[in-house]
């Protein structure tokens, strides 16, 4: 029994798919405002095309390709912490920089996937569900993965803000303050790779990192503080959201890549906005 | 200010004179490249110490074994009576050369001098509001109370650099370390830096290690001033460095020149 909610969100699947794409559209910010502080912007791409991996790895081990239920799911969460904690590794240890490591890992995980889906027999089309999303097909106990998930994500970010701004701002004077670096960096990292695969349903592989930086770079454009862009980017997270699956009922367009579309645009607009108000200020000045 | 003294986590004050970093004949050296030889090196309680020798002279190096951040090859280092890992973090405040603060997300004051308290409260504790004083607290001191929630990105070089001396400040240390931090710095905020580390020193008797070239802002404040080139070549008061004709303050570029020669 749907809730009653306004057109486009009146009907059941819709209403799910809101529920999934909110809770991804509060975490995914949340945690890409450390990450970006990081200059680690495309880590969440990379974990992405690692998790594609585990998906393949779920469809071998399903005894049925076609319908391999949660399997997939798994394989990525385990494939995405595993990598996440390699990457992690080799960055601490600068035995590759940040993007190297990244790259390494990046090409190695889409190789893989595409190689594990083909043994498992299950390159198909069902592998474009988690390449691009589909939130509109979301079920119960998705959802109920991507609600638990996302509330665990948010309680450690909120938890630990304040270590993991020291962190991911200055890392040497951390050190030096006896702050816990490598434990905080692990946790960040598997936080990342939890929320890459909770919102992989949603968003989808390709387009999750978008997610976690897009309304970053629009929310600290507006904020003055770490704290206000965290909030200014789970709002526009929130927001691309709903507009995003609102259009894409409406014109029948793409979800994900709508939502994602949404937030680039929001970035867009308020990069003008700002840069017109700046140029207005300063000649404003000059005729004064 | 009485806060800091009233409302310590139990660990008091050091005594004055009390010894805070002891490095006894320490040597180090990357690969077969040899940068400290028999370095010994003393800074107590209330004194403030420079630390001053030309570039590659082993600066750097002796900071990260002071720090634990390296392990010495042969010596013993003792930092508030313990190994330098071991040491209780809080009691130390460092000011790196170059924070990278280069923010991609902006930052204001306020949060990072928050960061200081971490170490000393728990970093998994929430901010109570005696944080929020110290920080304050932290930030008078330095000068920058106003700007307290200006993103750290719109403030001048030197303005940024008395955000790291409050952030190290409102640990309360009782040992304060800082490396180059006054390099490129206006006279502005070198005086204000002058005038927090003495206070540092005089309300809280901790004590001082500044690396730097630049001693004219503090010479006047300075106990000792240590020269080092791989070795120690010279570990006095700042009038007995005079006396060997160098100049530290009437001509400050006297300083960098010698130091230059020392090569």
């Known amino acids: 029994m749907p809730w009653p909610l306004p057109y486009p969100f009146e009907l059941a699947f819709m209403q799910r798919a809101l529920v999934a794409g909110v809770v991804v559209g509060i975490f995914a910010p949340m945690i890409g405002t450390f990450v970006v502080q990081k200059r680690m912007s495309l880590i969440g791409d990379g974990i992405g095309h690692i998790a594609f991996a585990g998906v393949g790895a779920g469809v071998i081990l399903a005894a049925s390709p076609n319908d391999p239920g949660m399997l997939p799911v798994w394989g990525a969460l385990v494939f995405a912490v595993v990598g996440s904690l390699g990457i992690e590794w080799l960055r601490a240890r600068r035995a590759a920089s940040g993007d190297l490591a990244l790259a390494l890992f990046f090409y190695s995980g ?22 691009f999303g589909q939130p509109l097909t979301v079920d119960q106990g998705e959802i109920a993965v991507i609600v638990g998930l996302g509330a665990t994500i948010v309680i450690a970010m909120l938890a630990l803000r304040r270590a993991l701004f020291a962190v991911v701002t200055d890392e040497e004077w951390s050190r030096v303050a006896g702050l816990p670096v490598g434990a905080l960096n ?101 005729e004064a | 200010m009485p806060l800091a003294a009233t409302e ?29 030889e028999d370095v010994s090196l003393s800074v107590r309680a ?38 330098p890992e071991r040491v209780q973090r809080a009691r130390i405040g460092y000011v790196p050369q170059r924070p990278n603060l280069d923010s991609e997300v902006p930052a204001t004051v306020e949060e990072i001098v928050l960061a200081g308290r971490l170490s000393r409260r728990g970093w998994w ?42 952030r190290a400040f409102a640990s309360e240390p009782d040992l304060l370390v800082l490396d180059e931090p006054i390099a490129g710095v206006d006279a502005e905020s070198q ?25 004219s802002a503090v010479v006047s404040d300075l106990d000792r001033v240590v020269v080092l080139k791989g070795r120690v070549l010279f570990d006095g008061r700042p009038d007995e460095l005079a006396a060997a004709g160098v100049s530290l303050g009437v001509h400050p570029e006297d300083l960098p020149l010698w130091l230059e020669g020392l090569r």
């Open chain 1, 110 to 131: 889409i190789a893989g996937g595409v190689v594990l889906a083909k043994l498992g027999g299950g390159l198909n089309a069902s592998l474009f569900v988690y390449l």
């Open chain 1, 186 to 286: 692990t946790v960040l990292a598997i936080s990342i790779a939890v929320s890459v695969v909770a919102a992989m349903r949603v968003v989808g592989i390709l387009l999750i990192a978008a997610m976690m930086v897009l309304p970053v770079a629009t929310g600290q454009l507006l904020a003055r503080s770490f704290r206000g862009t965290m909030w200014w980017s789970v709002a526009i997270g929130v927001g691309s959201v709903v507009l995003g699956l609102a259009l894409s009922r409406i014109w029948g367009l793409v979800p994900s890549g709508t939502i994602v579309l949404i937030a680039s645009a929001c970035f867009a607009l308020v990069a003008v906005a700002k840069r017109g108000v700046a140029l207005r200020l300063r000649t404003g000045g000059a």
């Open chain 2, 46 to 83: 209330g004194e403030f110490v420079a630390l001053v020798g030309p570039n590659g002279s082993g600066k750097s190096t002796l900071l990260k074994v002071l720090l634990g951040s390296l392990a010495p090859a042969a010596g013993t280092v003792r930092v508030l009576g313990e190994h």
């Open chain 2, 191 to 215: 005086l204000r830096f002058r005038g927090s580390i003495v206070h540092l020193i005089e309300e809280h008797g901790a004590g001082v290690l500044l690396v730097s070239h630049e001693l």
């Open chain 2, 125 to 166: 504790r929430p901010m109570r509001r005696s944080d929020r004083e110290f920080v304050r607290h932290a930030l008078e001191s330095v000068g920058l109370a106003q700007l307290a929630q200006t993103p750290l990105n719109e403030l001048s070089g030197g303005q940024q650099q008395r955000a790291f001396i409050a």
């Open chain 2, 8 to 36: 310590r986590d139990g660990a008091g004050r050091p005594a004055r004179g009390e010894v805070l970093v002891q490095v006894q004949d320490v040597s180090f050296g990357y690969g077969r490249i040899r940068v400290l």
